[in-house]
């Protein structure tokens, strides 16, 4: 979702050719690291907890490998794709200036966040000691678990459910085999097509569709491009940098933090108790207003004035209908009677 934002920031501000490349290479790396997930995920036999999985560079080589490509693209690796197009959004909003420069401290903020949560999927999943499901596919063996839903634990139906009564690795498929070599490619490769002075494909291909903006054909010189770069590559290396003491030069090390500050963990693994505002801002009130309006609205007014209405209107349908007798006798007698009325009536005001 993060690599979203950075889309949508990039057409907010006007980058509308920077926000599609971004979007273009995003979809190599993005696709590349789902593919790679799904092949370690049919290794664990379907678990999906990350503080299960580790040391699988020597099980699960070409995986591993696919892996740290879209790692590095995400985190914004200098020369992958995910390099070039998401600094072209932060140079566009530095370019603006004025308080589009929030758009760039932030993103590069968010930059190095995830550098190293990239990183962070990187390091534990491909380096480290190996688990058993790794250890057993170096055997040759692929591991096997009672298939189970990984967000309740429940056992699941091997004949529908995933990964069925068999499961199978991506790497070990010639097709997948293509399919990601094609994604890593892209993901290393793509962002070649717009280099700051070289290039610009993409920028021209949507030259047509912004003929009429005023902000299209702007943006920041070469060199302040390239600074940006310089600035995002280092921001890059540093996220990984903190992933790699982290996870593998100083392993616990985040649990060491989790124990001297759990508050601020709580407050994190909470998600900034983002889920709770919504319950308390939006869920409760609109849950307060079914109930008032089911209590007060439905029983007065959809009770009492409609209902009221409804039984006025087949109280006067009754009327009308006894008057439809069918007697020649009983018409002729009101028309009369109307008649007489309506004389009576001229009588009076005259």
Do not use: C
């Amino acid at each position: 979702m993060s690599q979203i934002g950075y889309m949508v920031v990039g057409v907010g501000i006007g980058a509308y050719s920077e926000g599609l490349f971004h979007l273009m290479t995003h979809a190599f790396f993005k696709a590349l690291l789902f593919m790679a997930a799904g092949s370690i995920i049919g290794a664990m036999a379907n678990r999906q907890n990350i503080d299960l999985m580790g040391g699988f560079r020597r099980a699960m080589p070409f995986t591993s490998a696919t892996l740290l490509i879209g790692a590095l693209a995400l985190a914004a690796f200098p020369l992958t794709s995910g390099w070039f197009s998401k600094d072209e959004i932060l140079d566009f909003a530095a370019y603006r200036g004025g308080w589009y420069v929030i758009f760039t401290i932030g993103g590069y903020i968010g930059a190095l966040l995830t550098a190293f949560y990239s990183f962070r999927i990187g390091f534990r999943v491909v380096f480290g000691e190996p688990v058993e499901e790794a250890r057993e596919l170096e055997q040759g063996h692929l591991h096997h678990a009672e298939p189970e839903n990984p967000a309740t634990g429940e056992k699941e139906d091997t004949e529908v459910g995933f990964p069925g009564p068999s499961h199978q690795i991506a790497e070990r498929e010639w097709e997948m085999k293509i399919a990601m070599s094609v994604l890593a490619f892209g993901a290393l490769f793509a962002g070649f097509v717009q280099i700051p002075g070289v290039d610009d494909v993409v920028h021209k291909f949507l030259h047509g569709s912004f003929l009429d903006s005023k902000l299209y054909e702007q943006g920041p010189t070469t060199g302040a491009a390239y600074r940006g770069l310089l600035i995002g590559g280092l921001i890059s290396v540093l996220g990984i940098a903190i992933a790699y003491y982290a996870y593998i030069r100083n392993p616990g090390w985040t649990a060491e933090l989790q124990r001297r500050l759990p508050r601020v963990h709580d407050f994190l693994e909470r998600k900034w108790y983002f889920d709770e505002a919504i319950d308390f801002l939006v869920v409760r009130p609109t849950l307060a207003t079914g109930r008032w309006a089911n209590a007060v609205f439905e029983r007065y007014v959809v009770q009492g004035l409609v209902v009221a209405a409804v039984d006025l209107v087949r109280g006067a349908s009754a009327g009308v209908r006894g008057a439809q007798s069918g007697y020649l006798r009983s018409y002729a007698l009101l028309l009369v009677t109307g008649f007489a009325g309506l004389g009576l009536y001229f009588l009076l005001q005259s």
